[in-house]
Every structure is written in C-alpha cells, then in structure tokens.
C-alpha cells in the first residue's frame, strides 16, 4: 500500500513515524544503557537529551503531519494499517502531538529532578516506553490493539511511579496504582470479551457494522459489555469510580511523573475512549437518530458530572499543593468527559474538539504546574499550602509562571485554559444538557477558589523566615517557562490548532 | 479598514507600559507608570476631538476608529478581533484612562511597598477596561472582561486593608460565576439564531435579534422562552457586577478592603462594565423582553436605589458610606435603562459617567483625609476643616455633587433619568415609581450632610495620634482635576451628552430629533 505525503509517494507505515520515532528512542536508550563502561555511569545529559530529541521529533513529525493533511479529509484520507487495526488519522496525530510534547517537557525537567539518583537509563527508558504505548493508544482501532497499547503505556507507569524506591510514598502510590490498574484492566478486558461475543469482532469498524443490523444483537450482553469497557478507561483517564489511586500516585511519584500521568497518559485514555465510543457504537448509543440500544450517552453523562464534583470537592478541601492538584486533574478528566457526554448537540463534531482542545491545552498548562512542583521538590520547601508563602520573593519568574497555570486551569483569560473551557460550557449550552453546564459552573468556581489559594500562598502571604531558595536548576527552570509561554500563547494563537482539532472530531461523526 | 489605530495604540501603550514598570525599580515605578499613562490620556483626548461615530454601535451605526482582525475559528463561528467606538463607549473610554491617571497619582502617597507590582497591575487593568469598552466582538469582550479580574485579585489581596484575602477571593469567585452564567445565557442566544449568523459579532447578533423571527428552539426550549432564560442569564450576570441588590454584598468587602486608588477605579469604572454590559446586551439585544418585563426590572433598580442608600445611612466608616451609595447610584442607571426613553438611555449613560467621576472623587478625598489621620470611622473624627482646607473644601463640594446639586455632573444625569423615567410608557405607573426613586436623592442628602458636619466641622477632635496638616500637592491635585470635570459636565453636559445621545436614539423608535443640547 502506498499513500501519498508531501507529495512522495511512500508505503503506508511511514504515517506511523511519530510513533516509531518514540519507540526507536526507548530501544535506543536501552542500548546507551547496556553498553555504558561501568554500571550506573551513563551521561544523564545523553540520556535526558536523547528522550527529549526523541520526543520533541515525535511532537515535531506528528504536527507535520497534522499541516500536511496526512490522514485528514483534506489529504491523504484516514490510513489504515495491518488490515485496519491500527488507524492514522486526525484524531490519532492531534494526540501524538499531545503526548510528544508532555514526554518532551517530562524529560527536559527530570534533567535536573533526577540529578544523583539511581537508574536514569531505566527511568527514561520507562518513560518513552510509555510515550510509544501512549501514541500507538492514539491509533489504535481494534479492541486487541488497544489492550495491547494500553498495557504497553500502564505497565512502565507503574514503575516509575514507585521509582523512588526509598520513598514510602513512591512505593505506596506505585503499589495503590498497580491494584487499581490490575483490577481495571480485567474488567477492561472482560467487557471486551462481552463486546466480541456480543459482535463477533474486535476491529472497531467491523464491530459497528455488526451492530448496526439491530434485530439479532444481545443486547444484554452487549450493554454490560459496554459499561464495561467504559469502567475500563475510567481508570486510564482517573475518571470516577476507578480515580481513587490518582491521588495517591500523582503524591507519591516524582513530580515530573506525576506530570506525565496526569497529562499525557490522561490524553492517551480519552482517545481510545473517543474512538471506541464513537467507531464502534455510535448506532447502539443513538447518536445515528433513533432510540439508544445502550444508552452510553447518558451513562457518561453521569460520570462526568459525578467525576468533576468528586475532584474538584476533594481538590477543595486538600491541604497539600501536589495532592490538591491530583485531584483537580480528576475535575479536569470530568470536564474532557462532556466530549462524549454532550452529544445531543446538533454540531456534534463541535462537541468533541472543545473536549480535545481541552487536552491539548491542559497537556500544557497541568505539566507545567506540576513542573513547579517538581521545583519546589527540588529546592526542598515543604508541600502544603503554607510552605509556599511568600515563595515569589525568592523565585518571582517561577510563580508568575505558576500563576499562568492555576489562573489558566481555573478559566481566566491569562491562557488557553479560558478558551476550551468555555468552548465546553457552550457545548452544553448547545446540547441542552443543562444539568453538565451547571455543574461546570459550579465545579469551575470552586477550583476558582482552591486555585488561587496556591496564587495567595506565593505572592500575598508574607514568607516565613526561613524560606530561601538557592539554586535555579536551568533545565526545569526552562521547561516551565516553556509550558508557561505555551499556555499563554494559545489564548492569542488558540486559532492555529483549534480548525485541525474540529476537523479531527467531526470526521468521527461520518 | 486599518489594523493599528488609536485603539490598538492604547492597548499597545498600556500592556508595554505595563511591563516596563513590572521591570521597573520600586523608587520610581509611581512616577513611570503615571508618565506612561498620560500617553493614553492624550491619545483618547485626541480620539475624542476626532470621533467621527454615528449612530449606536450595535445597531449599524458608523464606528469610530473600527479594525478588525480574524482570530479564531469556533465550528461553524468566526471569532474576530473587532474594536470601534461609539457615542456610548467614547465617554466611557475617556473615563477610564483620565480616572487611571489621577488614580496613579492619589497612589504616590498610600502605596509603599512593593510598587513596581502595584503600578504594572493598575496599567494591565487598563488595558483590560480599555478593551472591555472597545471590543465588538463577544469573545474579545469577554477575554478582557475577565481579565479585569485577574490585577483586581492581586489588587485588593496584596495592598488591602486587614481583611483583604477575604474581600479579594470573594469578589473574584463571584464576578467570575456571574461570568460564566451569563455566558450560558448569551451562548443559547447565538446557538438559537442557528445558521442566520456566523460570527460572534456583536452588531451582527443584535441586529439579527432586533430584527425578530430569527430565533429557533434549542434544545426544545421554545424561542419565546428561550430570549427569556437567556435576558434571565444574562442580566444576572452582569447584576454583580453593577451590582443590583440582592447580589450587592461583594461591593462592599471589596471596597472598604482594596487601597484608595483601587476603590477608585473599581466604583469609578469597574461598577460601569456592569451597566455598560446591560445596555449593550439586555436592552439593546433583547428589547422586547426588557420592555415585557420592566416592572420587575425597575423594581430591581428603585430597591438598590432606596436599600443602598439605607445601608449607607447606618454605616459609621466614610468609606463603607460612599460604597454604599454606589449601590444606589447604580440603582439610578437601571432605572433610567428600563425607562426606555431618549433621556432614560441618554441619562442612565450619562450617569455612568457623572457617577464615575464623583464616586472617585469622594473616594480619593476620603482617602487624602485618610493619609492624613489613619482612620475613616466617623466618630474618630471631628473638625479637621482648618487643618485641610483644600481637602475638607473639596469633600464638601463632591458630597454637593454628590446630592445632585445643579452645575454639577451628578444634577445633568439624575435630572435626565427622571425625566426620561416620568415619561416612561413601560413602567407601570411610571410617575409613581420614579416619585420612590427620586427619595433616595433625600437619603442622601441625609447621611453626606449628617457624615460631613460630624467628622469635618466642629471642634477639633481626633481620636488617633497622628498630626494633621494639610495634605502634600500631589495628593490634591488630582481631586481638584477630578471636581473642575465634575463642574465642567454639569455647566456643559452637551460636551458628551450630545454624542451620547446620537448612540442611544436608535435604540427606541421615535428617536429624539433636535434639541438636545442641553445648556
């Protein structure tokens, strides 16, 4: 098979570079580890500059792509790959651009987070293990390559997250996160099996042709099926009822991991459920005019309100920064949720893109503010609200970084969290949903509240007076100023990504 | 059409500024941000001399110094950058950059720490105010709208009084969920008007909306319901930020908290966002439903005149006083905007102006007493008349204008409102009605006379231990540019009324031909 890209006529797995790129990058870094003279002597420079190339490449290919129309109506069409089991398409190269940039602010920070420690090859190997299985998530079409990514991104997860083997809380989080995702994973994978009973197939097309006839579908069957596969991703995206190790993980994990999960591998979740919701059972959920077989639409809808109260509630009530911010990542998995809730809306594509221009944006502005964290991991000061007091006297350009952040997460017009969130309430307003938009303005005030006490702590309290911050570690210093100007610039330049996300979306919806 | 015009000169000037005083040492960061700001005082001036707007904005009248830039692509919407003025938002504008000025200058005194921060913030909120009063396009409107949010947080939270933390995340929670619901409201409209506009513009919806017959059901609301959640919405949004009772209890928190130059920009141009946004949404966009429901409007407006003006009658701090008052100011403005008449319109407008004027003049002079005695409680203190002359003088003549004594900006705009409210044929019993608003001019009167005679005159008395003398030129200077505009306004109200007018004619049917060039 041949498609066309650029102009050249080349075979069909070259659309699928950016994720090879990233798998590449691991082998590779596998490599420099095993022939290092001695153990534990690899150049973290090397190490953290090869996973940052490789990631950056991954970001850089995948938007490439994305401009040229590769996999998009306007170029190439949808390329389908191994007779349909994995897919390239707008959707699945907006999402490698997600990923491929969190992974490259990740590794750019843990540069200096990570400096001293043992098992840097491993670390970073883990991680682009995890970016590759992130990225194949993206594209993935049938419900075997999406166990097989989704494990692929899990398992490396686990690790880093208790890769602080020293740490009780690493090693609790690692351990809390490891449980959930095995107790998930095999309701994941019996709803699948469910799904195939009900179907007779895997592949996603193939299973919503199987579907549409109607008459002879179990729908018994096939609806405990679907609530199943739904539960499943529920722990990918730390969705409610499977969010509760998020917390705990994102505490206890080293900051830039904690960055990573609630970022990028929160991405990764919601393509799959995107794309299984909406290739396979857009009929059976209605959304093709008629009576819903299984009514998903108003399942999620209820996961998704009931997911940004539980987060932003907990997040309200947190005395600790990092541990209020797993939880606002929870809210924030309850916002992108109205992606597949709000579909009654007669611009369905509509929907979707406010909810993966949501990602994108929250892929920036939430790395970054658990980067500053990492920050003030690394200069030592303590984690609850308190111990950041006064913290803009000593590190006024980090703070007004971090501001950047909450203020953006929060939706005020300081980035381009302001823009996908309202996007998200008019798609309520659209849909008519208006139990979703209240809740949304409700959840959105309150993380109003919480967010800007971290604002009150670093630039209104007085500092205690032994708060001193002594070194500024240049790499994460420039990986949150990036992820800071990012978030700002999408507010002016929200308009650049924003026709491709839309676009991406609407082809879902035929 | 050009891209970089005046308004893009101010915005440009303003945000720049901002940043040089953020980079600028404490020691001279008043001074530079006060020379910078003069830049947008000219420019507006100019603006003002060579406005060339006709007709009101919204309803396909000739903009003003207009650009537009595409920006965003929502769906099947087109976002733009679009500013342009009209003979509503040119005095506002006016307003705002000769109220930032003297403000900068009444912080050379209060502000002593930190100041760099303080002067960047209060020229970013510039910036925003600027914005909010040119913007035409909805979503431009709204980035600057809450933006205004973001140095006004910082604002009262840092340089507050003792309680500021409070005052400062509860002004902020509110103002932005009042945000959000209007947002609802506005976005079922657009989503109504269906496939008959695709732009967020607001002349375009407004005009599509006056037009009648454009709205569909969304999501099975019908669209007779539909324009009533919406106006429903949508006034309760901008209610806080006016504020109408019963959504008023942010404003006083936050007044009495932030320091002197913030209150002064808050009552003087913040409160002002709130009514401007009423005129340009609610009654210019969804007439009809204003006019259906006027007896409840006007009821909201008489309340907050008459209960503010309570409130402020059983407050014991200048300060808590004259944030009061505002509330009954403002009640005035609704009023005037229910009324649905030439004057109604032109007056609630032109007291949008007079208000800002007069409310940051009695701010800053309470604030000139306050530098010189350390307290605002009006039992601490008695008969400083002697002490501060020019102060006290100027005190008395803003609480004069302030009551709506005539040649002042205050007499031009009540008269107006109740004019145009007398004559009024939406409001039910319209002379009845505007007869209860008119008493809240004699509660004021009440607690400024009763206020001014027990703190400024009598026997000199003082129940902190500071020495009173007469206030430093800097801190006088700017209450004395601020009361000869007063007077100027109220000698010469046609200086803005008359453009003021030209924008609020088209709002009604029978416009007002002629004559209206008051004195």
Redesign the interface.
């Known amino acids: 098979m041949v498609v066309d890209i650029a102009g050249f006529q080349v075979a069909d797995w070259v659309a699928l570079v950016p994720s090879l790129i990233l798998g590449v990058t691991a082998m590779l870094l596998f490599i420099v580890d095993s022939i290092e003279p001695r153990p534990g002597t690899s150049s973290n420079t090397v190490l953290a500059g090869l996973s940052t190339l490789g990631a950056l490449g991954a970001f850089l290919v995948a938007g490439y792509f994305l401009v040229l129309g590769v996999g998009q109506p306007r170029g190439t069409g949808a390329v389908d790959l191994f007779n349909g089991q994995l897919v390239v398409d707008g959707m699945s190269l907006f999402f490698v651009v997600i990923v491929g940039s969190v992974t490259a602010l990740v590794t750019l920070a843990s540069y200096d987070y990570l400096e001293g420690q043992e098992y840097q090859a491993e670390y970073y190997g883990l991680v682009i293990m995890a970016a590759t299985g992130m990225s194949l998530m993206a594209s993935a079409n049938s419900l075997a390559t999406i166990f097989v990514s989704l494990e692929l991104s899990s398992l490396p997860s686990y690790a880093l997250v208790a890769f602080l083997k020293k740490n009780r809380g690493s090693v609790e989080g690692g351990l809390k996160y490891l449980l959930v995702g095995a107790l998930s994973s095999s309701v994941l994978v019996y709803g699948i099996s469910l799904v195939y009973a009900a179907s007779g197939s895997l592949q996603l097309n193939a299973v919503a042709d199987a579907l549409a006839g109607g008459s002879s579908v179990p729908v018994g069957i096939l609806g405990v099926g679907i609530i199943m596969v739904l539960l499943g991703f529920a722990f990918k995206t730390a969705s409610v009822p499977f969010h509760f190790w998020a917390p705990e993980a994102y505490e206890g994990a080293p900051a830039p991991v904690s960055a990573f999960l609630s970022s990028a591998s929160k991405a990764a979740g919601f393509v799959v459920a995107f794309r299984v919701f909406l290739t396979a059972f857009p009929e059976v959920g209605g959304l093709a005019g008629g009576d819903p077989m299984v009514d998903w639409v108003t399942a999620v809808t209820v996961l998704a309100v009931v997911t940004m109260t539980v987060g932003n509630f907990a997040a309200a009530t947190q005395e600790k920064v990092k541990r209020m911010l797993a939880y606002s990542s929870v809210g924030h998995a309850g916002y992108a949720l109205i992606g597949l809730a709000a579909l009654?809306a007669p611009?369905q594509?509509?929907v979707l893109?406010a909810s993966m221009m949501h990602l994108l944006v929250y892929g920036f502005m939430n790395t970054g503010a658990f980067l500053f964290i990492a920050l003030t991991e690394h200069w030592g000061i303590g984690r609850t609200f308190q111990d950041f007091n006064g913290l803009s006297t000593q590190a006024p350009l980090a703070c007004a970084a971090m501001t950047v952040f909450l203020?953006s997460l929060?939706?005020?017009?300081?980035g381009g969290g302001?823009?996908s969130k309202?996007?998200l309430?008019?798609a309520?307003?659209?849909?008519?949903?208006w139990l979703l938009?209240a809740a949304?303005?409700v959840n959105?005030?309150l993380s109003?509240?919480y967010y800007?006490r971290v604002?009150?702590a670093m630039?209104?309290e007085d500092p205690s007076a032994d708060l001193e911050v002594d070194s500024y570690p240049s790499s994460l210093y420039a990986a949150v100023v990036i992820a800071a100007f990012v978030t700002f610039a999408l507010?002016?330049a929200?308009?650049l990504l924003?026709?491709s996300a839309?676009d991406a979306a609407s082809v879902l919806f035929g | 059409m050009p891209v970089a015009g005046p308004i893009e000169a101010l915005l440009a000037v303003t945000l720049v500024g901002a940043l040089a005083v953020f980079l600028a040492p404490d020691e001279w960061a008043g001074k530079l941000a006060t020379a910078i700001s003069l830049v947008p005082v000219a420019v507006s001036a100019w603006m003002y001399t060579a406005f060339d707007g006709a007709g009101n904005a919204l309803l396909g009248g000739d903009l003003a110094f207009e650009s537009t830039i595409g920006w965003v692509q929502l769906g099947r919407y087109e976002l733009a950058y679009h500013v342009g003025l009209d003979g509503i938002s040119m005095p506002l504008l006016l307003l705002t950059t000769v109220l930032t000025t003297l403000a900068l200058v009444s912080s050379w005194t209060p502000i002593d720490e930190r100041q760099s921060q303080f002067y960047g913030l209060m020229l970013l909120m510039e910036a925003s105010l600027i914005g909010v009063f040119s913007a035409l396009d909805f979503f431009m409107w709204l980035v600057f709208w809450e933006a205004v949010l973001i140095p006004m947080y910082f604002l009262i939270g840092v340089w507050g009084g003792p309680r500021r933390k409070y005052a400062a995340i509860k002004f902020f929670v509110y103002t932005n969920v009042a945000t959000l619901i209007m947002f609802v409201g506005f976005m079922a409209l657009v989503f109504g008007l269906g496939d008959s506009i695709s732009t967020f513009d607001m002349p375009e919806i407004a005009q599509a909306l006056r037009a009648g017959g454009n709205l569909s059901a969304v999501a099975g609301i019908q669209p007779a319901n539909l324009s009533l959640i919406a106006f429903t919405l949508m006034f309760a949004g901008f209610a806080v930020k006016v504020p109408v009772f019963p959504v008023h209890t942010w404003l006083p928190d936050a007044h009495v908290e932030a320091p002197t130059p913030v209150s002064v920009m808050l009552a003087g141009v913040l409160l002002k966002m709130g009514t401007y946004a009423l005129l340009r949404f609610n009654f210019t966009m969804l007439r009809e439903v204003a006019e259906a429901n006027a007896a409840i409007i006007v009821a909201f407006g008489v309340l907050s005149i008459i209960y503010g003006a309570m409130l402020a009658l059983a407050q014991q701090d200048l300060k808590r006083i004259v944030a009061y008052s505002s509330i009954s100011s403002m009640g005035y403005v609704i009023v005037g905007l229910v009324a649905f008449t030439p004057h109604g319109f032109g007056g609630a407008t032109f007291q949008m102006i007079s208000h800002g004027l007069i409310s940051g003049l009695m701010f800053m002079t309470v604030g000139v007493i306050y530098n010189e005695t350390h307290t605002r409680m009006v039992g601490d203190i008695s008969g400083i008349a002697d002490r501060m002359p020019w102060a006290v003088g100027i005190f008395v003549a803003a609480a004069f204008g302030y009551m709506g004594l005539p040649f002042m900006a205050g007499f031009a705009a009540e008269y107006l409102i109740f004019q145009g409210a007398f004559a009024s044929s939406v409001i039910p019993a319209a002379p009845l009605v505007t007869g209860v608003a008119m008493f809240g001019i004699v509660i004021v009167a009440g607690y400024l006379l009763w206020a001014m005679q027990r703190t400024l005159f009598g026997e000199y008395s003082l129940a902190t231990d500071y020495d009173v003398s007469r206030a430093p030129v800097h801190d006088v200077a700017p209450l004395v540019v601020l009361l000869a505009l007063v007077i100027v306004l109220g000698v010469r109200p046609g200086l803005v009324y008359q453009m003021i007018q030209d924008a609020v004619n088209p709002l009604l049917d029978t416009a007002l031909q002629g004559g209206v060039a008051l004195w």
Do not use: H, R
């Open positions: 009654n611009d594509g509509f893109g203020f929060a939706g005020l017009p300081i302001f823009i309202l996007y309430l008019a309520t307003a659209q849909a008519g949903s938009g949304l303005i959105s005030a109003l509240f800007s604002v009150k630039w209104i507010l002016p929200f308009g924003s026709p839309f």
